[in-house]
């Protein structure tokens, strides 16, 4: 399986998953770690659970396939389109043999949508999923693909939220994690301090998974950050973090200029450390290619 945690907020949006694969047939841990984060445009992260590959590709290059395919930047077009086609790649031959607890997937997202021409944009969770509906996880892959979105327009009573996917969190975890993240509203934090909660919360998970002989959750890990201001550019951007070290993920992160402030950031989170070290998600833009050349990178000075 996996755990991802995503957040999102006015101003900014989380995303920390683990990098662990699983073999589909042995299920055992296989050597080489995933991305496992998209970043479409600049406004949205998407991480995957459940099957590691699609159609003989790995499953977030997948994704950013398909994505570069979608024919217009219209979220709902989009949408479709993924659902349609995760459900043509899990009843492929490739996958069809396999049991519906083997066939489970879901995308999860967190950014922004809204009117690109008004560029008026809204936070907004959403996950594409054959094994969620609204009682929560299904344990099972349904044969059709859903989607689940929350688009946060109007001032509510928590401008903020979050959501976990994957590994089941138990009710403590849910409610220390949920108890933190309001301390960190009412002191108008970014990114940082969800980084390092979300971090903490999923190698805890990590732990107690593994006391039970479980190992479907690891400690390497992956976060993406994607600021509000990213959305009125229209490339793909990224800011990054000297090339010489990393990120202490005790102080704080900010993405900086395009000016700096305006760039998503991602950061690799190694087993055995608190250090986040810049990496590259995989980029996808409808129409565009998928092309790591996409980004801009730029060094602190």
């Excluded at 989009?78 to 049991?99: F, N, S, T, V, Y």
Aim: glycine residues 8%; aromatic residues 8%.
């Amino acid at each position: 399986m996996t755990l991802i945690l995503s957040f999102v907020s006015p101003n900014f949006a989380v995303v920390v998953a683990d990098r662990m694969l699983t073999s589909i047939v042995t299920g055992a841990k296989m050597k080489n770690p995933a991305t496992k984060l998209v970043q479409y445009c600049n406004k949205m992260i998407f991480g995957f659970m459940g099957l590691a590959e699609l159609e003989g590709k790995t499953t977030d290059n997948w994704l950013a396939t398909e994505i570069t395919k979608c024919p217009e930047r219209n979220f709902n077009v989009l949408a479709k389109q993924i659902m349609e086609r995760a459900r043509q790649a899990c009843e492929g031959r490739d996958l069809a043999w396999l049991p519906p607890e083997k066939r489970i997937l879901a995308f999860v997202g967190a950014g922004f949508t809204g009117c690109a021409e008004s560029r008026t944009y809204h936070s907004t969770l959403i996950r594409i999923s054959n094994c969620y509906d609204e009682s929560g996880y299904l344990y099972n892959a349904n044969r059709t693909f859903s989607l689940e979105r929350t688009v946060y327009k109007t001032p509510i009573e928590r401008t903020w939220d979050w959501v976990a996917t994957g590994a089941i969190l138990t009710s403590k975890e849910k409610k220390d994690l949920t108890r933190l993240l309001i301390r960190c509203s009412k002191k108008g934090v970014g990114p940082a301090p969800v980084i390092r909660l979300f971090k903490d919360t999923i190698r805890r998970v990590s732990d107690r998974l593994t006391a039970n002989k479980d190992l479907s959750v690891g400690k390497d890990l992956l976060a993406g950050a994607i600021p509000l201001a990213a959305t009125k550019h229209d490339e793909s951007t990224m800011a990054s973090a000297d090339f010489r070290g990393g990120i202490t993920l005790g102080g704080t992160l900010k993405s900086e200029a395009h000016p700096r402030n305006e760039m998503p950031l991602y950061l690799d989170i190694p087993e055995g450390t608190n250090v986040g070290i810049q990496r590259l998600p995989v980029p996808a833009c409808p129409g565009s290619g998928i092309t790591f050349s996409k980004f801009t990178i730029t060094p602190r000075p």
